[in-house]
């Protein structure tokens, strides 16, 4: 087993590299460079002498040549330096330790909630096939993966305000400082992001279950008297987790990138805002750093989906 | 069918590999789309939405009621009514014209972007599969590198290089579809490389590029195209979420995705026809692709879905 992880984690080192040179090269193909891409979009308000440019532009290490700069840029990264925000000047890595617990959360809860939704739906709806619940899921399925989870937040806030006159609370409260007060700003994402994930992992469960049903050991374990309920839950449950692992797996990179845009629906104070205000205002560090965050992120949840198949199927472990 | 048929070339069937006979090849086309919607009702409804969509694309200025840029300050935040059926926004333009018009974008960038993004994985993956060696281990590993980024990351790493605009949208899009068509259409490949008339190919000394090309090729057609489809949803996802964040098509242009940007914090009391009726035509244009994919994968090979999904 942990041959097979180091394994994993090995083959991770090149794509990690070719992350940071893409990301590089992508930051580094904006015409002129990113300090003239700031200074050309707000020639009226903010005007540098080009000697105040040539200034700035030493002071960020941009008069260097291109290898030397991705150095300096792995030098930062490796010893934890994210630079700072370009108009603000808040060291990014204050603003991650602020923001990226909210996400986090927002994305565990909303994985939770579609396993707790999807995973009992996707199983009932393969035992119970054609009767009318999985009709009615099934409608459901097919409706629920097609809404674009922001919209889906939008309307969720559209109901509360108008039914309720609530808005969800658009400050930064930790799960330590305030349960209630964050759960209130975090629960509603959570379901916007959830529902359509739980729908896939539904859609996953039903057809990975129905599988199942007709595997020989299925047979068996009826023939030799067990319960239906252990028969659901030990052999039929355990085999078609696998597929629905994978699922969640697959759906992860949807989930990330789906949160940026349910966070500014909600104006939720994350990482996702964070990258969304970086793009909008062309803070060249802040872009670079943060989707690096979010390259690194998906690859290290990618291995740790790895690793549980290798856990949860022992002939992955042997390949 | 009598043996001597089969056994000696038929010169009709020469004549119509040759030139298409345009009548039999719509009369193809015809029996063959009735047998889809024989085979899958539900698949047909989703073909009947885009075509629906379509017509409304094509001819948005003969359809839309309004001109869907005209600003009307007389008619601020209208609820629907007889005049507005779907209201006005906060600039007192037509939603439902809007919409319509919106169309229009979606379905340029969706079916512009598959296509772009598809035909590269297309001939990606039967290279990466066919050829093999150095080549696949090389350029699968780039491809490794762009699966490493959540597709919406990448696509807006890809507009804040390349700028907000139609053409940007579209191959940021195209772009984020190229890793997983490569993958899929490269473990077809690799299973069509196990068969006889590749290495019989071989033996006659038909070069790698004819057999790519006349025996690899038509082999993935199928496979392609129901990738293609399952697709669309996804581009439509991403261009209304990356308009929706401002990274996409530039206002005032009408995209369902920009026109959900900012709705609920223009006012005290939100409007809510601007929040429901864009959200819903996005939806309905996800819905009737994906029904629309599922059944063209089980109606084209049912043996994909182990590979997609």
Redesign the interface.
Same mark, same amino acid.
């Given at each position: 087993m942990s041959k097979y992880i180091l394994n994993r984690l090995l083959i991770a080192i090149?794509?990690?590299f070719?992350?940071t040179?893409?990301?590089f090269v992508?930051?580094r193909?904006?015409p002129g460079d990113p300090l003239q891409l700031i200074f050309s979009e707000s020639t009226g308000v903010y005007v540098l002498s080009d000697d105040e440019l040539a200034a700035a532009r030493a002071s960020l290490g941009l008069d260097k040549s291109y290898p030397l700069q991705y150095l300096d840029w792995m030098g930062d990264i490796l010893s934890g330096d994210m630079g700072s925000s370009f108009w603000t000047k808040d060291p990014i890595s204050a603003m991650l330790i602020r923001r990226g617990p909210i996400s986090a959360q927002i994305a565990v809860m909303a994985v939770l909630l579609s396993w707790l939704i999807g995973v009992p739906v996707g199983m009932l709806s393969a035992i119970w096939r054609n009767s009318l619940m999985d009709q009615l899921s099934r409608v459901g399925i097919?409706?629920f993966?097609?809404?674009?989870s922001?919209?889906l937040g939008?309307?969720i806030?559209?109901f509360t305000?108008?039914v309720f006159s609530w808005r969800p609370p658009i400050t930064i409260i930790q799960l330590w400082e305030d349960p209630l007060g964050n759960l209130s700003m975090t629960l509603l994402p959570a379901m916007a992001l959830g529902l359509p994930l739980a729908a896939g992992i539904a859609r996953?469960a039903r057809?990975a279950a129905l599988e199942v049903l007709y595997e020989d050991y299925i047979r068996t374990a009826r023939a030799k008297g067990l319960t239906d309920y252990l028969v659901v839950w030990r052999h039929v449950f355990k085999n078609a987790m696998l597929?629905v692992v994978t699922?969640t797996g697959l759906a992860?990179?949807?989930?990330?990138?789906?949160a940026?845009?349910v966070e500014?629906?909600f104006a939720v104070p994350g990482l996702g805002s964070l990258?969304?205000q970086g793009?909008?205002e062309?803070d060249w560090m802040m872009?670079q750093n943060l989707?690096l965050i979010?390259?690194l992120i998906?690859?290290f949840v990618?291995l740790i989906v790895d690793v549980s198949y290798a856990f949860l199927d022992p002939r992955i472990r042997y390949d | 069918m009598s043996h001597s048929k089969v056994l000696l070339p038929d010169p009709v069937d020469k004549k119509v590999g040759a030139v298409i006979d345009p009548p039999s090849f719509v009369r193809r086309m015809f029996g063959a789309t009735m047998r889809f919607v024989r085979s899958s009702p539900i698949g047909a409804v989703g073909l009947l939405f885009w075509f629906i969509m379509l017509l409304l694309a094509l001819f948005a200025s003969q359809i839309a009621p309004l001109d869907p840029l005209e600003a009307n300050y007389g008619a601020i935040r209208q609820a629907p009514s007889a005049l507005h059926l779907l209201g006005t926004d906060n600039l007192g333009r037509d939603v439902l014209s809007r919409i319509i018009y919106g169309f229009r974008i979606t379905l340029i960038v969706s079916l512009t972007s598959v296509f772009l993004g598809d035909l590269v994985g297309f001939i990606w993956g039967i290279a990466s599969g066919y050829l093999g060696h150095r080549f696949d281990l090389i350029s699968q590993? *780039?491809v490794?590198?762009?699966m490493?980024?959540?597709?919406? =990351?990448l696509a807006?790493? &890809?507009?804040?290089?390349s700028g907000a605009g139609l053409t940007t949208v579209i191959i940021a899009i195209a772009v984020t579809r190229i890793p997983s068509s490569t993958r899929i259409i490269r473990s077809v490949v690799l299973s069509v490389n196990q068969n006889a008339y590749i290495e019989a190919a071989r033996c006659v000394g038909a070069s790698h590029m004819r057999i790519m090309v006349r025996h690899v090729a038509p082999q993935v057609v199928a496979p392609i195209l129901v990738v293609a489809t399952l697709n669309l949803?996804g581009a439509i996802?991403a261009e209304?979420?990356l308009s929706?964040?401002?990274?996409g098509i530039p206002p005032p242009a009408p995209s369902l995705g920009n026109m959900?940007g900012g709705?609920?914090a223009a006012a005290f009391?939100?409007p809510?026809w601007l *929040?429901?009726f864009p959200?819903l035509a996005?939806?309905?244009a =996800?819905?009737a692709a994906? &029904?629309f994919g599922d059944a063209l994968r089980d109606f084209l090979d049912p043996k994909l879905k182990q590979r997609i999904?």
């Open positions: 090149p794509t990690i070719g992350v040179v893409l990301i992508a930051m193909v904006i097919t409706i993966i097609a809404v674009p922001y919209w939008l309307l806030i559209l305000v108008l996953f057809s597929p699922a992860l990179g949807g989930l990330l990138g789906g940026v845009s500014k629906a990258l969304v793009l909008t062309r872009i989707v979010y390259g998906y690859i990618n | 590993r *780039v490794d590198v762009l490493s980024f959540p597709a919406l =990351i807006l790493l &890809l507009l804040v290089v949803g996802f209304s979420a929706f964040l401002g990274m959900l709705v609920l009391r939100p809510w *929040v429901v959200g996005i939806t309905f =996800i819905m994906n &029904l999904d």
